[in-house]
């Protein structure tokens, strides 16, 4: 059974691996087959099953000659040594889908041969050529059709001239020629413009580009140059890149002056010059160029200069090369975000103390001086073989061993190290925080490596490591494809130390509480020994007996402090605690205090060469003021800042400052940002301010917390109740004390999240929001956004105020949008509507009167009868209710008299437009109602001119959207 599966398989196999292979078509297997005759033996490829060649499988040199695709010949690549033997066009013309044709022999043919490709063969590439490919019939009106020719190592025999009108069709043109006593010479005999992408070739002459739009032109430069031809650059405004190669390196040109004189609307962009450059007579004016942006000139030789100063007036190139040439002086003009190279230039200057910004400098092999600062920490430099002094910064003295250091570095003049003597680096500061909303860790200090590759983190494959700032600021995080929790506490090492490689284990800052195992006491030194302490002094603070002990060093598992006159402080064999706090975490270990060590109850420090033990104290007498520590371990150093930045006090037992709260670095010039915490939202603490840089979505001053909102683009909308604006863009999750004004006016919020707020904007016509550029004003969370109130009309150009005809003064607005009637039906409302209004208008302005006449006349009755006689009071009270209330039936009735005759005037419409508008003629009915009701309360309350919607007037079951309220809520506002 199992022979059988073998079996199977193995004819499976077979079958599979005879239908990978390609059975060209007959035609296309003549083609090959006479072919490969002409210049070898076909006998040289394997044969199928029925006797046929397989010429598109590997031939029996290990070696694929044709390449096929779907049974059709794509490529040839021809190699047989066959000298005499001279190829046709139609040796390959019977191909018909040929794409790519390579000749690795130096064979012949036909002439006007590369006239004849069809239009199919994209790429022709010779490696070893014939002058005979080249030779065609003059005044021939042909081009060759091929995409790309690549002709190299020709051999010339003849002088040879190539004419542009041959290449019309060619975007890639490359020729190369083996140098020889003829010449190869470009004609330009173009009438029209022509597109191309590349033109590399071996010249005798500067070709004209008249009529010739190309990207990149390559000319090497043959001996017995046409120098005059150098004029033809004047002609090369539409060529992008040009490159300038000599055919001998120590062939001397002058520089393409004709350049200077292309118009302003040239496209040149790159000029590399590889040849040595003749003496100029002047100073060199390039300003006409102006999308140059670099000018590489790596063998300028010991001419090109015009009194040994930069022989051109302006040297505003982002990318610059200027190397092997004779300049005297340079004065260190740089532009900004450039690449400079001027290398074994023999120039002088003083170099700049500071690092420019955004510059990549090559300034080896010349007689430079001057000092370098800590700025140039980290940047793309090298400064070798110069005579620069100074002292040597720390960053680059503790990793000069690292390869990417000494040899940008070397060979200078610094004083304060002696690469053949180099002193440990003591001065490594780390300190580690959490970024708890992106699960990194930020690892900060002093003198952390100038690059990547200057520190690395113990198993790699988890953990990757990127540099924020050289020298100070590295991200670590956990590579995202590797599973596992986000650790909080690493090892560092740092390979390149001049005392060997060293390994730091850290702890994030707050996420360990500090483990305390043992204390000993030399006198008024305490060594504090455990874990998850900190390597950064600053950071940690000791209490014995609540007393501050003055911290001289620490480490991941040791702090050694300083607290004088201990023995005033505390009693000997007395329990008291001592805290540890690491950042804003702490433990408390109980300690009962023995006598200082006098060699009998704890260890005999080492004092090695800096001092003698004194068994009285227990601590090293120090034999230099030079030293101190309970050993003499420590150099007694002077604070950095003598004034702590004005942010602590120097402490100088230790040398450092003793910085306040929320301080940091040596000199407390460091601000840790929010409170000490991290900057949200990949936030970065600038400890310069003390501010978190965000982006552009977020508050700096809010540690990255608040929203940074910005409005991207508005539209405006209509709904039943009026118009909707809705601002769209970025608002965040915080929203305190939200608003929104348009030209000073409110816009009544109703939502709002994290990228839109909708409001109901303040009533303006759509032309007059068009022509006006009104101020809009968004508000939250104490900042500001200010633009220009420009909507987007998603429902057309309308507007509330552009609906309604004023009625006595007052704008009232209805919704432009309509139902399913005609425009016809419109204005036949709007007569309905002016009609009620004048009928309503004729019975309210006389009512009016009359209650207004009453009031005062019952205001001078009551008066009179007050004066008169006292004692009548209440009878004239009663009257006075009986005439309001005669008033108010009055008024009432009038009311109903209205309504009647408006709702007559709305059945007599309804009659004459023969019941087509029963909709408009009740709306008008109900609007005719609330016309005369609102009239009247706009006498109470005629100051209401906000949009905000009074409920109160309205029962407690009535909707005050309704239709029949509607045009009362427009009225109402006004």
């Known amino acids: 059974m199992k022979n059988r599966e073998i079996v199977l398989i193995f004819f499976l196999f077979m079958f599979l691996e005879l239908n990978q292979s390609f059975i060209l078509v007959e035609s296309e297997y003549e083609c090959v087959y006479n072919l490969i005759s002409k210049i070898s033996n076909v006998s040289d490829f394997y044969t199928d099953l029925t006797g046929r060649y397989e010429f598109c499988e590997l031939d029996k040199q290990g070696y694929r000659l044709v390449n096929c695709k779907e049974d059709f010949v794509v490529g040839l690549i021809l190699n047989y040594k066959n000298s005499s033997t001279i190829f046709s066009i139609n040796d390959f013309n019977c191909f018909s889908s040929l794409d790519i044709i390579e000749f690795y022999y130096r064979y012949k043919f036909e002439k006007n041969f590369l006239y004849g490709f069809s239009k199919t063969v994209e790429y022709f590439i010779s490696y070893f050529s014939d002058e005979s490919l080249l030779d065609f019939d003059l005044n021939v009106d042909k081009t060759i059709p091929t995409n790309s020719v690549v002709i190299k190592q020709l051999i010339l025999e003849k002088n040879l001239n190539i004419y542009f009108s041959s290449l019309k069709n060619v975007q890639n043109f490359q020729l190369e020629s083996i140098p020889s006593n003829y010449q190869i010479n470009y004609i330009n005999d173009l009438t029209d413009i022509i597109n191309c992408i590349k033109l590399t070739t071996t010249s005798n002459n500067i070709p004209s580009m008249n009529n010739i739009r190309i990207y990149t032109l390559e000319i090497t430069l043959l001996p017995n140059f046409n120098l005059e031809s150098f004029s033809n650059f004047s002609t090369y405004t539409n060529v992008k890149i040009l490159t300038l190669t000599p055919s001998n390196p120590s062939d001397i040109f002058p520089f393409p002056l004709s350049l200077c004189n292309l118009p302003f609307n040239n496209r040149l962009e790159n000029i590399e010059i590889y040849y040595q450059i003749e003496k100029p007579l002047n100073y060199i004016n390039?300003?006409?160029?102006?999308?140059?942006?670099?000018?590489?000139?790596?063998?300028?030789?010991?001419?090109?200069?015009?009194?040994?100063?930069?022989?051109?007036?302006?040297?505003?190139?982002?990318?610059?090369?200027?190397?092997?040439?004779?300049?005297?002086?340079?004065?260190?003009?740089?532009?900004?975000?450039?690449?400079?190279?001027?290398?074994?230039?023999?120039?002088?200057?003083?170099?700049?103390?500071?690092?420019?910004?955004?510059?990549?400098?090559?300034?080896?092999?010349?007689?430079?001086?001057?000092?370098?600062?800590?700025?140039?920490?980290?940047?793309?430099?090298?400064?070798?073989?110069?005579?620069?002094?100074?002292?040597?910064?720390?960053?680059?003295?503790?990793?000069?061993?690292?390869?990417?250091?000494?040899?940008?570095?070397?060979?200078?003049?610094?004083?304060?190290?002696?690469?053949?003597?180099?002193?440990?680096?003591?001065?490594?500061?780390?300190?580690?925080?959490?970024?708890?909303?992106?699960?990194?860790?930020?690892?900060?200090?002093?003198?952390?490596?100038?690059?990547?590759?200057?520190?690395?983190?113990?198993?790699?494959?988890?953990?990757?490591?990127?540099?924020?700032?050289?020298?100070?600021?590295?991200?670590?995080?956990?590579?995202?494809?590797?599973?596992?929790?986000?650790?909080?506490?690493?090892?560092?090492?740092?390979?390149?130390?001049?005392?060997?490689?060293?390994?730091?284990?850290?702890?994030?800052?707050?996420?360990?509480?500090?483990?305390?195992?043992?204390?000993?006491?030399?006198?008024?030194?305490?060594?504090?020994?455990?874990?998850?302490?900190?390597?950064?002094?600053?950071?940690?603070?000791?209490?014995?007996?609540?007393?501050?002990?003055?911290?001289?060093?620490?480490?991941?598992?040791?702090?050694?402090?300083?607290?004088?006159?201990?023995?005033?402080?505390?009693?000997?064999?007395?329990?008291?605690?001592?805290?540890v706090q690491v950042m804003n975490v702490s433990s408390t270990f109980n300690f009962t205090v023995n006598q200082p060590c006098n060699g009998n109850n704890c260890p005999i420090a080492n004092c090695g060469r800096y001092g003698k033990y004194n068994f009285q104290s227990g601590v090293c007498d120090c034999s230099s003021k030079d030293r101190r520590g309970y050993s003499c371990e420590l150099k007694s150093l002077n604070c950095p800042s003598e004034n702590c930045s004005g942010s602590g006090y120097c402490n100088y037992i230790i040398g450092k400052c003793e910085c306040n709260k929320n301080r940091i670095f040596n000199d407390c010039s460091g601000i840790l940002c929010n409170d000490g915490n991290v900057c949200f939202n990949d936030g970065k603490c600038n400890f310069l301010t003390g501010i978190c840089n965000c982006s552009s979505k977020w508050i700096d001053s809010s540690a990255c917390i608040t929203p940074k909102h910005v409005v991207n683009s508005q539209e405006l909308s209509h709904n039943k109740i009026g118009n909707l604006l809705s601002l769209v863009g970025w608002f965040g999750d915080v929203h305190q004390n939200l608003l929104i004004l348009i030209d000073g006016k409110k816009c009544d919020i109703i939502s709002n999240d994290n990228q839109t707020v909708r409001c109901y904007p303040p009533d303006f016509t759509c032309n007059f929001i068009k022509i006006s550029s009104l101020n809009l004003l968004v508000s939250q969370n104490n900042f500001i956004w200010n633009g220009i109130y420009n909507p987007i009309f998603t429902d057309g150009c309308s507007s509330s105020s552009d609906s309604i005809s004023s009625i006595s003064g007052i704008s009232s607005g209805i919704s432009d949008s309509y139902n399913s009637e005609s425009l016809n039906n419109e204005d036949e409302s709007s007569k309905h509507l002016n009609s009620d209004l004048v009928i309503s208008l004729s019975v309210l302005v006389p009512l009016i009167l009359f209650i207004l006449i009453g009031i005062v006349y019952i205001k001078f009755i009551t008066k009179r009868n007050n004066h008169n006689n006292h004692n009548n009071y209440n009878i004239i009270n009663s009257n006075n209710d009986s005439n309001n209330s005669d008033s108010n039936n009055n008024n009432n009735n009038n009311n109903n008299n209205n309504n009647n005759n408006n709702n007559n005037n709305n059945n007599n419409n309804n009659n004459n437009n023969n019941n087509n508008n029963n909709n408009n003629n009740n709306n008008n009915n109900n609007n005719s109602n609330n016309i005369n009701n609102n009239i009247y309360n706009n006498i109470n309350d005629n100051n209401d001119n906000n949009r905000k919607f009074d409920f109160d007037y309205y029962g407690e079951d009535e909707d005050p959207f309704s239709k029949d309220n509607i045009f009362l809520l427009d009225l109402k506002k006004h």
Not at 384 to 390: A, L, T, V
Not at 512 to 533: A, Q, V
Not at 551 to 556: A, H
Request: net charge negative; charged share 15%.
């Open 286 to 579: 390039l300003s006409k160029l102006n999308n140059l942006y670099l000018l590489k000139i790596p063998n300028v030789g010991v001419l090109f200069n015009v009194d040994g100063n930069f022989p051109f007036t302006d040297l505003n190139f982002t990318i610059f090369e200027f190397s092997n040439g004779r300049i005297k002086n340079f004065n260190f003009n740089f532009p900004n975000e450039a690449i400079w190279t001027m290398e074994n230039n023999d120039m002088f200057g003083i170099i700049p103390k500071t690092y420019p910004d955004g510059l990549h400098l090559n300034l080896k092999g010349n007689r430079f001086i001057g000092e370098i600062d800590d700025s140039w920490c980290g940047e793309f430099f090298d400064i070798s073989n110069n005579n620069i002094g100074g002292e040597l910064p720390s960053c680059f003295k503790c990793h000069y061993l690292e390869s990417m250091v000494f040899s940008k570095l070397s060979n200078n003049n610094f004083q304060n190290f002696n690469p053949n003597n180099l002193e440990p680096c003591l001065d490594i500061e780390l300190n580690l925080l959490v970024n708890h909303s992106s699960g990194s860790l930020l690892l900060y200090g002093n003198n952390l490596g100038p690059f990547t590759t200057s520190l690395s983190v113990l198993d790699n494959s988890i953990l990757g490591i990127s540099m924020i700032k050289s020298c100070k600021e590295f991200m670590v995080k956990k590579n995202s494809w590797v599973p596992g929790i986000k650790p909080k506490a690493i090892n560092i090492t740092f390979p390149y130390l001049p005392q060997g490689p060293v390994t730091f284990e850290i702890s994030a800052y707050n996420e360990f509480l500090p483990e305390i195992n043992n204390i000993i006491r030399y006198s008024d030194y305490f060594i504090i020994t455990g874990k998850y302490f900190a390597y950064n002094e600053s950071v940690i603070s000791v209490l014995i007996s609540n007393q501050s002990c003055s911290i001289l060093k620490s480490n991941f598992n040791e702090i050694q402090c300083y607290l004088l006159y201990s023995n005033q402080t505390i009693k000997i064999y007395e329990a008291i605690d001592i805290i």
